[in-house]
């Protein structure tokens, strides 16, 4: 069974910042790739960004030069450093993983979700 925990919603003001992080736990042999998404209600759930085992990442045109996503591959956890943030962050944020899992061979690929995490920005 493969966990995914994520923490460091809030509330916060236009301009302001927030870390959210995403610990990994469980039967993992390794992990792929962790990224982070969001969700506005009514909307459909949006990748955020990204970063693959290489540490290479990708963001969504609306977050470069403000978001950061960074892993830390001995804790099996991601971060997601959000800075001068906007009303339009106002989101549910979800923490996935692309892994394998299994205690032995054959292990098994899949994606897993955190439970989400609120972030709003009030303007």
């Known amino acids: 069974q493969v966990q995914l925990v994520e923490s460091g919603g809030g509330l916060v003001q236009t301009g302001g910042s927030l870390r959210l992080s995403c610990a990994a736990s469980?039967?993992?042999?390794?992990?792929?790739?962790m990224g982070w998404y969001r969700q506005i209600p009514g909307k459909q759930r949006e990748l955020v960004a990204r970063?693959?085992?290489?540490?290479?990442?990708n963001y969504a045109d609306s977050v470069k030069g403000r978001f950061t996503i960074s892993r830390d591959n001995a804790k099996n956890t991601v971060y997601l450093q959000m800075n001068s943030l906007k009303p339009e962050d106002t989101a549910v944020y979800y923490c996935?993983?692309?892994?394998?899992?299994?205690?032995?061979?054959?292990?098994?690929?899949?994606?897993?979700w955190g439970q989400g995490t609120q972030v709003t920005v009030s303007s």
């Open positions: 996935a993983a692309d892994l394998w899992s299994g205690s032995r061979f054959p292990y098994q690929r899949g994606d897993y």
């Open positions: 970063i693959i085992s290489g540490g290479t990442s």
């Open positions: 469980g039967s993992i042999f390794s992990i792929n790739a």
